[in-house]
């Protein structure tokens, strides 16, 4: 019995690098999950010939994606959605509206499918207008292509 | 003899080598980017006439129309004041545009009517493909115009 109970308290836990790894497994998911939320997923962008335009750069910049979902037009900005009828772009002005209002200065770059019709992008141009008159602010609007091969899809 | 054997046994230490393994994950996620090969051009906007000078003398735009893409081939039209050109493509477009920008040819053949700030309206139909309207503006950045807009559909 003596012996037992002696065996049971030589038990040393080294909580240190427990923790260690705990902390550097939280920083992980963090910094993975924010990725996931990247605003920028893979559109198949329209290819000019003898692209004139300038590198995007990785600088901050707003980008409302304009997609297509089985035939349906569909925006997105930062991960969330908008569907391209009356309450959805007047969504879409609003949350662009709310960011211009934290950076006026930010740029808005419209990225959209190379395979859509002009009628299905220019509503992001209005909503980006409409939320720039909101704010009050003259804001930079650009459009996105792709320069070269590679790249995204 | 049967203890040194065992003392001499070698022993992994496997938790501060996970360590540096996250460790260098973790760097490398952080520093990593993802070049996406991605081309911006800046839209001017002043027909949607939000922020333009109300005072501002109106130039009229140069317009470049783009109609719906069938087989294979799209209708393009340039037109201003006393010109109007139909380009075969979008090269013989950035061709045309580049002739009429004044500054492009050196003297005396520099004739151009325009001028690189002259403002630039691409004006494509509803169902033009989003790929055609890009084109276009490109045509026209690549004859080094600056002020490039898109038009609403319909005008």
């Known amino acids: 019995m003596k012996q037992a109970l002696a065996r049971i308290s030589a038990i040393d836990a080294d909580l240190t690098p427990l923790i260690d790894l705990a902390f550097l497994l939280i920083v992980f998911f963090v910094l993975v999950a924010r990725m996931s939320g990247e605003q920028l997923p893979a559109i198949p962008l329209p290819k000019p010939t003898d692209v004139a335009a300038t590198p995007a750069g990785t600088a901050r910049r707003l980008a409302v994606n304009v997609l297509s979902e089985d035939g349906a037009v569909v925006f997105t900005l930062g991960g969330e959605r908008f569907l391209a009828d009356g309450s959805g772009l007047d969504r879409l002005a609003s949350a662009i509206a709310q960011r211009l209002r934290s950076d006026p200065s930010v740029p808005v770059d419209i990225r959209a499918d190379r395979s859509l019709a002009y009628r299905a992008v220019e509503p992001a141009i209005d909503a980006i207008t409409a939320a720039a008159a909101n704010v009050g602010t003259r804001v930079t609007i650009r459009v996105c292509a792709l320069q070269g091969e590679g790249g995204a899809p | ?155």
């Open chain 2, 1 to 155: 003899m049967g203890r040194t054997v065992s003392d001499t046994r070698i022993r992994l230490a496997m938790t501060p080598m996970i360590d540096v393994v996250f460790l260098l994950l973790v760097f490398f996620v952080c520093t990593v980017r993802f070049e996406r090969n991605e081309a911006v051009y800046t839209l001017d906007l002043p027909q949607r006439g939000l922020t333009a000078d109300p005072l501002a003398l109106q130039q009229r735009a140069l317009v470049i129309r783009v109609g719906t893409r069938a087989a294979d081939a799209v209708s393009i039209e340039l037109q201003a004041d006393g010109l109007r050109e139909r380009p075969a493509s979008f090269d013989a477009l950035a061709a045309a545009l580049t002739r009429v920008r004044r500054g492009t040819a050196p003297e005396p053949a520099n004739t151009g009517l325009f001028l690189a700030e002259h403002p630039v309206l691409i004006a494509p139909t509803r169902e033009c493909g989003w790929q055609d309207a890009v084109d276009a503006f490109n045509a026209a950045v690549r004859a080094g115009f600056r002020n490039i807009g898109f038009a609403r559909s319909g005008t």
